[in-house]
Nanobody, 120 residues
Framework: QVQLVESGGGLVQAGGSLRLSCAAS????????MSWFRQAPGKQRELVAT???????NYADSVKGRFTISGDNAKNTVTLQMSSLKPEDTAIYYC??????????????WGQGTQVTVSS
């Protein structure tokens, strides 16, 4: 089993910054990619940012230039630095990992979510 533990959510004023962290632990052979998703009330879960094991990154248009994703392959961690936060960034943020638990066996894993609230 693999567990993803998130930290760093909270309440911040518009224009402020927050840093989210996620650590993966358990039976991990390798991780192909780690991502952050978010889900606002009444909306579908959406991809915010992804980083692959090779360091390739991808962002949702809505966060480009404001959010930065980074990862540490050795520690199986991913961080999302969020700046210039807007009220519309308010959501539950979920960590996701595409994990290989063996040479030919892989699964998707999700964290429990962390609340980010941006006040206007």
């Amino acid at each position: 089993q693999v567990q993803l533990v998130e930290s760093g959510g909270g309440l911040v004023q518009a224009g402020g910054s927050l840093r989210l962290s996620c650590a993966a632990s358990g039976t991990i052979f390798s991780i192909n990619a780690m991502s952050w998703f978010r889900q606002a009330p009444g909306k579908q879960r959406e991809l915010v940012a992804t980083i692959t094991s090779r360091g390739s990154v991808n962002y949702a248009d809505s966060v480009k230039g404001r959010f930065t994703i980074s990862g540490d392959n050795a520690k199986n961690t991913v961080t999302l630095q969020m700046s210039s936060l807007k009220p519309e960034d308010t959501a539950i943020y979920y960590c996701y990992a595409d994990v290989n638990v063996g040479l030919l066996e892989g699964y998707d894993y999700w964290g429990q979510g962390t609340q980010v609230t941006v006040s206007s």
